[in-house]
């Protein structure tokens, strides 16, 4: 499929299929929404990765490459009346049917998406803020039947014939205090990662220098620290203010949460050493003053540009934060 005349959007998140698809609606644009429903092997990308298109624009990949341009080439043909306006499977075996070398097999469903999907988009939209796991059944073998919610997907009995698109977001929420150079650097690099950023600052004029991404929210906070306590279980925080007590009562509080998954600090070897030494006569434990990261990105590529320590900060986070160590924060939550 040929991208010359088409705006390509590839960098978004798991549900941000629902926001464009009810714009595009909106606008009276069709659309094909194309989902991995499963996969065998080796596959470039995992169940539930999706990609909305249009005539004119393309939102999220399937991870490029044959599978994607075929998967394009069958939307186009639904779009211009050429395949049938209905759910429709699609499955390849990736060495013989597109000459690729993962040698898995892959199906995808196609979904059409115009105005008389609106009422089921608006059902999921909703269903986005709820604390309730949801997710969307669509029936692979009734191609009529409208999709639906299902609640608590995790208790859904298998079914080969029905494929459940969750509506939760498993990526990682990270806190940036701070959206001065190396926080704007921390923001543009994790435009493309699986991570939510919420870069908090006093100062506009920064905030309004951060790149505009669907995972990139800048908020204004006369006190950063004041939202601390509504930071969710199992976040992280990147705590780099232009002030140095800032800094540390940022990282008392953080620490005090005990439920978060990182916690790291901007600056030097001294600067650490001197955090920790406030720490402890502020009554602060060795072993909770050890959960703070400092100085970040100690094991990243040498140099003290803002991109570099952005690059260094973030790759520490996203290897830190398995399983094993989102399960300590949530045991640490229950004691």
């Known amino acids: ?58 939102a999220g990949t399937l991870g490029g490459g044959e599978l994607e341009r075929m998967a394009g080439e069958a939307a186009q043909a639904m779009l211009s009346g050429d395949g049938q306006w209905q759910r429709t499977p699609l499955r390849c075996v990736l060495g013989p049917d597109l000459g690729q070398c993962c040698g898995g097999a892959i199906e995808l469903l196609l979904e059409p998406i115009d105005a008389s999907a609106s009422p089921w988009l608006c059902l999921a939209a909703k269903a986005l803020s709820s604390p309730i796991a949801q997710a969307l059944g669509f029936a692979i073998d009734r191609p009529h039947l409208t999709p639906y919610l299902v609640t608590n ?50 100062r506009t004029e920064w905030l ?14 006369k006190t950063p620290e004041s939202i601390i306590n509504t930071m969710p279980m199992g976040a992280a925080a990147l705590v780099m203010t232009f002030s140095h007590d800032l800094d540390y009562r940022l990282c008392l509080r953080l620490l005090a949460r005990k439920d978060l998954a990182f916690i790291g600090l901007i600056g030097s070897h001294s600067k650490a050493t001197s955090f920790r030494r406030r720490l402890k006569a502020d009554g602060v434990t060795e072993t909770v003053s050890e959960q703070l990261v400092s100085p970040i990105g100690r094991d990243g590529p040498p140099g ?24 300590s924060a949530q045991a640490a939550r229950i004691a």
């Open 1 to 58: 499929m040929s991208s010359t005349h088409t705006q390509v959007l590839s960098h978004v998140g798991p549900i941000d299929w629902i926001d464009f698809a009810q714009r595009w609606v909106s606008n009276e644009e069709r659309a094909v929404f194309i989902v991995v429903t499963a996969l065998r092997g080796s596959a470039p990308r995992e169940c539930g990765t999706w990609m909305l298109v249009s005539q004119s624009r393309i």
């Open 208 to 221: 309004a220098r951060l790149p505009t991404a669907t995972n990139v929210h800048p908020q204004w906070e």
């Open 304 to 327: 003290k540009e803002p991109g570099v320590i952005a690059l260094a900060a973030l790759s520490e986070v996203m290897s830190l934060l398995h399983k094993p160590v989102l399960e």
């Open 153 to 202: 997907e995790h208790n859904h009995a298998p079914d080969a014939n029905t494929h459940l698109q969750s509506l939760g977001d498993p990526r990682l929420q990270l806190f940036l205090f701070g959206a001065g150079h190396v926080g704007r650097a921390v923001c543009g690099i994790a435009t493309e990662l699986p991570v939510c950023i919420t870069a908090i600052d006093s």
